[in-house]
């Protein structure tokens, strides 16, 4: 056939809508009409040429505006291996993405499902601690078995023992669906974007929930008071991170209490995390699984209520790991994804240098130094990783408040308590003239002092086998003196500590399953 032969036998394709035409770089069509237009002279290429040209620069400008740099890569490599594959008729793959879901806004993973409404269903699940694998699965397969939530054997022991039965009832897919916004109640993923969907994150994953290739339910431990520990093992090599559900029966809400790192090497001597040193940090999905895990315990398990609140106050230094710290934060107070308010978001660090609150201070988040002791020489006893003075720390942290906006000019300082080391009244009225600085330089802020009475670690060595809880009275005291300084001061509740959960007493056996590897692979 010649070109003018083929020129008389082309049409313009009966299948576009002229009126809303859309460049699909993933469509057979597409790849059919791209190959006619190889075929077709200049003149009958125009046409196409002019509905299809302002779509692809819409595309193009969208990646370019509205998408990060990192994602950008990879959605245009994503286009234009599709664009090859069209103008060659080869079958388009969907590329594995190296993050999950968890840590992608709704803009960059409307590029991957191809629509706003289908990455708003996902996050939907995620914030109610549901698998959207599931969630949107065919419920009509077995209406029986498939129309209850899944749940994990360690999940559906502790139910059991909550409710004192033999059997746990799992939520429906019609409760939660009352749960989502009736305007999203109806938005499915369709079978094509839900294989896109486990093909882009979970293409291996042979488990009863998706998010189990992150980290997986390991341990569930309940204390007297509703506080709930989670330990998680996390898929990548198998170490374990606890983070801990806190319930507020007079507010009907939770907080959550994640971690960052495995294990903390910042050393402190009071805190059973510091005594395994810093094994690794986590990546910013795995910190949010902490989320997402924790949204699905409070919603099951009867004595918890929905988590509202987040504190970045579990194991490890948020200045070891700020990227992720940061990411992770982002991602939990965005209006569209976890939907938690900035000031109910708190990270917490001991201040290893003055870098480390202007790092941190980027977060839209409340940031919470551990003090412990504002004398230098009480501080490096309780902190020995300290390489500056209080002052320089303090006014670090101040010269970031003020480059703050005001609603997060809010800024807590913990102190834990120790028997005759740093609860005596003179401790109380050093730290009253070290905290003039915030009010004096910082117009707005708002100060909190948070009394930490210390939890016992169960020491066979080093300092804390001779510290000891302080008494009720020497914490009173302590507590008015800064109050009577118009100081606002509280004294945590002690919860979880029959259950290991209270602060200062997360650890896991990661450490120990770290050298027994190390010492395995050495001898051999």
């Given at each position: 056939m010649t070109i003018s032969d083929n020129h008389k036998n082309f049409r313009f394709p009966q299948q576009?809508?002229?009126?809303?035409?859309?460049?699909?770089?993933?469509?057979?069509?597409?790849?059919?009409?791209?190959?006619?237009?190889?075929?077709?002279?200049?003149?009958?290429?125009?046409?196409?040429?002019?509905?299809?040209?302002?779509?692809?620069?819409?595309?193009?400008?969208?990646?370019?505006?509205?998408?990060?740099?990192?994602?950008?890569?990879?959605?245009?490599?994503?286009?234009?291996?599709?664009?090859?594959?069209?103008?060659?008729?080869?079958?388009?793959?969907?590329?594995?993405?190296?993050?999950?879901?968890?840590?992608?806004?709704?803009?960059?993973?409307?590029?991957?499902?191809?629509?706003?409404?289908?990455?708003?269903?996902?996050?939907?699940?995620?914030?109610?601690?549901?698998d959207p694998l599931w969630y949107y699965s065919d419920a009509n397969t077995d209406a029986h078995t498939m129309d209850q939530e899944p749940l994990e054997p360690i999940l559906q022991q502790a139910l059991q023992a909550q409710q004192g039965t033999k059997t746990s009832q799992a939520w429906t897919r019609e409760q939660l669906q009352a749960q989502i916004l009736p305007r999203r109640q109806s938005q499915g993923l369709g079978q094509q974007s839900l294989q896109t969907y486990r093909t882009a994150f979970f293409p291996s994953t042979q488990v009863m929930d998706s998010m189990s290739?992150?980290?997986?339910?390991?341990?569930?431990?309940?204390?007297?008071?509703?506080?709930?520990?989670?330990?998680?093992?996390?898929?990548?090599?198998?170490?374990?991170?606890?983070?801990?559900?806190?319930p507020w029966p007079e507010r009907k809400t939770s907080t959550l209490c994640v971690s960052n790192q495995v294990g903390c090497g910042q050393g402190c001597t009071f805190c059973s995390t510091g005594r395994m040193g810093e094994l690794r940090s986590l990546s910013a999905d795995e910190i949010l699984v902490q989320a997402y895990w924790a949204a699905k315990v409070a919603r099951i398990l009867p004595r918890l209520y929905p988590v509202d609140a987040t504190v970045f106050m579990g194991m490890g230094e948020a200045a070891r790991n700020v990227v992720n710290v940061v990411k992770a934060a982002q991602v939990l107070t965005d209006p569209q994804l976890f939907q938690l308010a900035p000031r109910r978001v708190t990270i917490s660090t001991v201040g290893p240098t003055p870098q480390a609150f202007h790092d941190l201070g980027r977060a839209p988040a409340v940031?919470?130094?551990?003090?412990?002791?504002?004398?230098?020489?009480?501080?490096?006893?309780?902190?020995?990783?300290?390489?500056?003075?209080?002052?320089?720390?303090?006014?670090?942290?101040?010269?970031?408040?003020?480059?703050?906006?005001?609603?997060?000019?809010?800024?807590?300082?913990?102190?834990?308590?120790?028997?005759?080391?740093?609860?005596?009244?003179?401790?109380?009225?050093?730290?009253?003239?070290?905290?003039?600085?915030?009010?004096?330089?910082?117009?707005?802020?708002?100060?909190?002092?948070?009394?930490?009475?210390?939890?016992?670690?169960?020491?066979?060595?080093?300092?804390?086998?001779?510290?000891?809880?302080?008494?009720?009275?020497?914490?009173?005291?302590?507590?008015?003196?800064?109050?009577?300084?118009?100081?606002?001061?509280?004294?945590?509740?002690?919860?979880?500590?029959?259950?290991?959960a209270a602060c200062g007493q997360l650890a896991t056996k990661s450490k120990r399953y770290r050298s027994t590897t190390v010492q395995q692979i050495s001898n051999e």
């Open positions: 576009i809508n002229h009126h809303s035409l859309h460049f699909d770089l993933d469509t057979a069509d597409t790849a059919t009409q791209l190959t006619q237009l190889t075929m077709a002279p200049i003149a009958t290429l125009l046409p196409m040429l002019l509905f299809y040209f302002p779509s692809l620069y819409r595309t193009c400008t969208n990646l370019k505006y509205h998408t990060p740099t990192s994602s950008r890569r990879t959605l245009w490599s994503t286009s234009t291996t599709s664009l090859r594959a069209a103008t060659t008729c080869e079958p388009v793959s969907v590329p594995t993405i190296s993050s999950s879901p968890l840590s992608l806004t709704i803009p960059e993973l409307s590029q991957i499902l191809n629509g706003k409404g289908k990455a708003q269903a996902c996050w939907d699940c995620f914030r109610l601690g549901v290739s992150i980290a997986q339910l390991s341990q569930i431990h309940s204390s007297n008071d509703g506080t709930t520990k989670l330990l998680l093992e996390l898929q990548q090599d198998k170490l374990q991170v606890e983070c801990v559900i806190i940031l919470a130094w551990s003090v412990h002791a504002s004398c230098d020489k009480v501080r490096n006893q309780l902190v020995p990783s300290t390489r500056h003075s209080m002052v320089e720390l303090r006014d670090a942290l101040i010269q970031v408040l003020l480059e703050r906006p005001r609603k997060l000019r809010q800024v807590m300082l913990e102190f834990a308590l120790i028997g005759c080391l740093n609860d005596r009244p003179q401790d109380a009225h050093h730290l009253v003239q070290f905290c003039r600085a915030f009010y004096q330089n910082v117009p707005g802020v708002k100060l909190v002092v948070n009394l930490i009475p210390w939890n016992d670690i169960s020491a066979s060595s080093g300092p804390a086998v001779d510290y000891q809880k302080p008494s009720a009275a020497s914490v009173e005291t302590f507590q008015s003196i800064l109050v009577k300084h118009n100081i606002l001061c509280y004294v945590r509740t002690t919860r979880g500590d029959d259950e290991s």
